[in-house]
């Protein structure tokens, strides 16, 4: 029989790899961004986002752009929630930030200075000293979506802000990747650990946040979050029933789907976000650079008779979760999440954060490095086989 006919791509036919392009993540890379100082590109996850690279503003073009990109963005800005965007100029030269157009910018948002020229090059946007103008826009999960190039300064900055908007309007549906676990605790097991969190002293939690040096230090920021903890103490009753439950029931389900070996808890903790407190956490990642160590996180509600608190996934936009009493929901430190404002009750959960190989050797660095240790449970007993014995 005939054999069919195929179109052979021509000899030497490669893909077009260079640079960031359309289709890539952008890197997660270590910026400045003026004023704040230094972060991780990832913090824009969640956000539809253009960076757009201009060089520097005495340039006259540069200049006349970014007095448009003022235009658009403020037309945007009013019709859009403000943390669904970002707009974020990038320079490389560093006196852009004096001139007044840019201090006009820095009224509205800020900017980054990319002196040593790593992101030009990372987007594939210098060539030695000289850089091209440019505008990278991506969807929700920083994947860049379109390109703008440079054509005049008008033109640019209305594409530039023009294809964020259709990244608004667009609906590319998405499904976080998490794992429901349902039945993990009984009724009765809920209500008597909510029992046990009403007859203890909760005090209030903040939030972990890295110094420059790596070192983490506690924030109490009532902004960005509002929850008051129960640490479940180790080595008692209550916390080794605990564990041996997540053992059986959530980390066998964590291997046998996300080939995932669970090691050690960081702790183990009741928690309550309460309405009339305004409970609530801002949006953030526990994995986010390579120092992390808080590989899966768990999140297990104990009630669901409240209204609001869903626990949501910016980068997947649409995703939120508030799962029934007693289900353990799972997600990838690295996924940017917040819980949603409860707005009426009070939401009880049972949290804790999973480390397999890769999260324990950065938990015996931060020990040699600080000299402080991070709380790392290790889980007693092992899995149990999970796909049955061959």
Same mark, same amino acid.
């Given at each position: 029989?005939?054999?069919?006919?195929?179109?052979?791509p021509?000899?030497g036919?490669?893909?077009?790899?260079?640079?960031?392009?359309?289709g890539?993540?952008?890197?997660?890379?270590?910026?400045?961004l003026?004023?704040?100082?230094e972060v991780n590109?990832?913090?824009?996850?969640?956000?539809?986002?253009a960076?757009?690279?201009l060089?520097?503003a005495?340039?006259?073009? %540069?200049k006349?752009?970014?007095?448009?990109?003022?235009?658009?963005?403020?037309a945007l800005?009013?019709?859009?929630?403000?943390n669904?965007? !970002?707009?974020v100029p990038?320079f490389? *030269?560093?006196?852009? %930030?004096?001139?007044? #157009?840019?201090?006009s910018?820095?009224d509205?948002?800020p900017?980054?200075l990319?002196?040593?020229?790593?992101?030009?090059?990372?987007?594939g946007? !210098?060539?030695?000293?000289?850089?091209?103008?440019?505008?990278?826009?991506?969807d929700?999960?920083?994947?860049?979506r379109?390109?703008?190039?440079?054509?005049?300064?008008?033109?640019?900055?209305?594409?530039?802000?023009? +294809?964020?908007?259709?990244?608004?309007?667009?609906?590319?549906p998405?499904?976080?990747?998490?794992?429901?676990?349902?039945?993990?605790?009984?009724?009765a097991?809920? !209500?008597?650990?909510?029992?046990?969190?009403?007859?203890?002293?909760?005090?209030?939690s903040?939030?972990?946040?890295?110094? +420059?040096?790596?070192?983490?230090?506690?924030v109490?920021?009532?902004?960005?979050k509002?929850?008051r903890d129960?640490?479940?103490e180790?080595s008692?009753?209550?916390?080794?029933?605990?564990?041996?439950r997540?053992?059986?029931?959530?980390?066998?389900?964590?291997?046998?789907?996300?080939?995932f070996?669970?090691?050690?808890?960081?702790r183990?903790?009741? +928690?309550r976000?309460?309405?009339?407190?305004?409970?609530?956490f801002r949006?953030?990642?526990?994995?986010? *650079?390579?120092?992390?160590?808080?590989?899966f996180?768990?999140?297990l509600?104990?009630?669901?008779?409240?209204?609001?608190?869903h626990?949501?996934?910016p980068?997947?936009?649409?995703?939120?979760?508030?799962?029934?009493?007693? #289900?353990?929901?799972?997600?990838?430190?690295?996924?940017?999440?917040?819980?949603?404002p409860v #707005?009426a009750g009070?939401?009880?959960c049972?949290?804790s954060?999973?480390?397999?190989g890769?999260g324990?050797?950065?938990?015996d660095?931060?020990k040699q490095?600080h000299?402080?240790?991070?709380? !790392?449970?290790?889980?007693?007993?092992?899995?149990?086989? +999970?796909f049955?014995?061959?």
């Amino acid at each position: 029989m005939p054999q069919p006919q195929q179109s052979l791509p021509p000899s030497g036919f490669v893909l077009n790899n260079a640079g960031v392009a359309i289709g890539d993540p952008i890197p997660w890379v270590r910026i400045r961004l003026h004023p704040q100082g230094e972060v991780n590109l990832e913090q824009f996850g969640g956000l539809r986002t253009a960076l757009v690279f201009l060089g520097t503003a005495a340039d006259p073009r %540069v200049k006349a752009a970014l007095a448009q990109l003022i235009v658009s963005f403020d037309a945007l800005r009013r019709d859009r929630r403000a943390n669904d965007f !970002a707009v974020v100029p990038v320079f490389a *030269d560093p006196a852009s %930030v004096d001139d007044p #157009t840019v201090k006009s910018w820095l009224d509205r948002a800020p900017v980054i200075l990319d002196t040593n020229l790593a992101l030009h090059r990372a987007f594939g946007l !210098a060539n030695g000293n000289t850089v091209r103008i440019a505008a990278f826009i991506t969807d929700s999960q920083l994947i860049v979506r379109q390109v703008v190039e440079f054509t005049t300064p008008d033109g640019f900055a209305s594409s530039a802000v023009g +294809a964020v908007r259709s990244q608004l309007e667009s609906n590319e549906p998405g499904h976080a990747p998490v794992l429901l676990i349902p039945g993990v605790l009984s009724p009765a097991e809920c !209500a008597g650990l909510i029992a046990y969190y009403d007859s203890s002293t909760p005090e209030g939690s903040g939030y972990m946040l890295k110094d +420059a040096d790596g070192k983490y230090r506690l924030v109490d920021d009532p902004n960005r979050k509002v929850r008051r903890d129960v640490v479940l103490e180790a080595s008692t009753p209550l916390f080794d029933s605990v564990m041996e439950r997540l053992r059986r029931r959530v980390f066998m389900q964590l291997r046998r789907y996300f080939m995932f070996e669970t090691v050690a808890l960081e702790r183990i903790l009741l +928690a309550r976000y309460a309405a009339d407190e305004g409970g609530h956490f801002r949006k953030h990642r526990d994995y986010a *650079d390579i120092g992390s160590h808080r590989e899966f996180g768990l999140t297990l509600n104990l009630n669901d008779d409240f209204a609001g608190g869903h626990l949501a996934f910016p980068e997947f936009p649409g995703e939120r979760y508030k799962p029934s009493a007693g #289900t353990a929901l799972i997600y990838s430190g690295a996924i940017t999440h917040q819980v949603e404002p409860v #707005t009426a009750g009070n939401r009880y959960c049972l949290l804790s954060f999973m480390m397999g190989g890769v999260g324990m050797v950065q938990v015996d660095r931060y020990k040699q490095t600080h000299g402080e240790a991070i709380a !790392a449970n290790p889980m007693p007993g092992g899995l149990p086989e +999970a796909f049955g014995q061959r």
